[in-house]
């Protein structure tokens, strides 16, 4: 749980530097450099700061530069933090509602919320365990995709967390999962600026949270807080086939 805790409030894995002025245009500056994370780390946490006990700002991970591997660690915990706010949200509402449509075309239910989500997990059918990684899997696969209209791979200049769109797809779907609802086309550089620190924080937090929730399931009495509001589970959450 320790090392969860850290790695988790790693300052350099997804730091952002402050807005700035370009001559030809005004764009939101991502940091990439661990100066750049040094500066940003008390925006971010003023009483942690800066923190990265392992140096991996400096690991050069398959032979990359500083900035390279700035701008995978950064690509790493944005997506992370992405899907634990997700998890976290789905495992609040699985435990108290349960979509009352069929899951299957044979008429199948969705578990009920007498069981806790990893419980559900298990009871769904193997097919649907493999639709959901397979779909999730195509998500990852196709955020790695660059030169498709949306700019260069995120250790190659590029900006960590931009979702590659859909749009720039011959025949694809208009959508853009970046933003698919456009709320940030307007916005000031400063309001970016300030939308990306709290999504890393609460992407940090909700890390946590997950975390809490399946320890406590799984290590009754670890998360004193829990205790009592998560269901023991016997099974291993590490396991998604299982």
């Known amino acids: 749980m320790k090392s969860v805790i850290a790695l988790s409030m790693v300052a350099s894995a997804a730091a952002f530097a402050p807005a700035s002025q370009s001559s030809k245009a005004t764009s939101t500056q991502l940091a990439e450099t661990q100066a750049d994370l040094k500066a940003l780390g008390p925006k971010l946490n003023p009483i942690v700061g800066f923190w990265d006990p392992l140096d991996l700002a400096n690991a050069g991970f398959w032979g990359f530069s500083q900035e390279q591997t700035v701008g995978w660690l950064r690509q790493a915990e944005i997506k992370h933090g992405r899907v634990a706010m997700a998890a976290f949200v789905g495992y609040c509402v699985q435990s108290n509602f349960a979509f009352p449509w069929s899951l299957t075309f044979g008429g199948l239910p969705f578990p009920s919320t007498d069981l806790s989500p990893p419980e559900q997990w298990d009871a769904l059918p193997m097919a649907s365990k493999i639709q959901i990684i397979g779909f999730v899997g195509f998500l990852e696969w196709y ?28 025949h694809g779907a208009t959508l853009d999962l970046y933003d698919p609802f456009k709320l940030s086309k307007n916005r000031t550089d400063e309001q970016k600026a300030k939308g990306l620190l709290v999504e890393i924080n609460n992407g940090r937090l909700a890390m946590l949270g997950i975390f809490g929730f399946l320890c406590e399931q799984t290590i009754p009495g670890s998360v004193p807080a829990l205790t009592g509001v998560v269901k023991p589970y016997a099974g291993e959450v590490m396991a998604p086939f299982v």
């Open 143 to 170: 955020s790695e995709l660059s030169d498709n209209g949306n700019g260069p791979h995120y250790t190659k200049g590029g900006k960590p967390g931009q979702f590659p769109s859909f749009e720039n797809v011959p």
